[in-house]
């Protein structure tokens, strides 16, 4: 592009805050995090020192807002998580059982049907065989 044209017509990422371009994405990141630009939007890079009592004060209002949420009752951050397992290993018990309880069922079925096929014919076809196989009977 010629050199007249304004930063923010020219190919690239244009940050309006520093007025400059940047040719791809990745330079444009570094740069939003960067020092230049965080200075030229009135930040601080530089991080608050704190003392032991605000972080115990901090986590004990965490920890009332936590209670306060779930009714009184003291809740772990896991809590959430820890129920979704539960949960999880009812349901594969359950699916088991179901399973398990489906196959004696059909255990069930097929010797009620082999007992009817075994008294529908009279064991006749057993001994026909037996017979044609050559053999006497067993009794």
Do not use: W
């Amino acid at each position: 592009m010629g050199a007249n044209v304004p930063l923010n017509q020219q190919a690239g990422y244009y940050c309006s805050v520093c007025d400059c371009v940047l040719r791809d994405s990745k330079t444009y990141l570094d740069h939003i995090n960067g020092k230049f630009h965080q200075r030229a939007l009135g930040m601080s890079m530089r991080v608050e020192r704190s003392t032991v009592d605000q972080v115990k004060n901090r986590l004990a209002m965490h920890r009332k807002r936590r209670e306060e949420r779930a009714g009184g009752e003291d809740l772990t951050v896991l809590d959430g998580f820890e129920a979704k397992v539960r949960q999880a290993e009812e349901e594969e018990r359950r699916a088991r059982e179901d399973l398990k309880r489906q196959r004696e069922e059909d255990r069930a079925e097929e010797e009620r049907k082999e007992k009817e096929r075994g008294v529908a014919s009279g064991l006749a076809a057993d001994d026909d065989i037996a017979k044609l196989m050559g053999f006497g009977s067993f009794t």
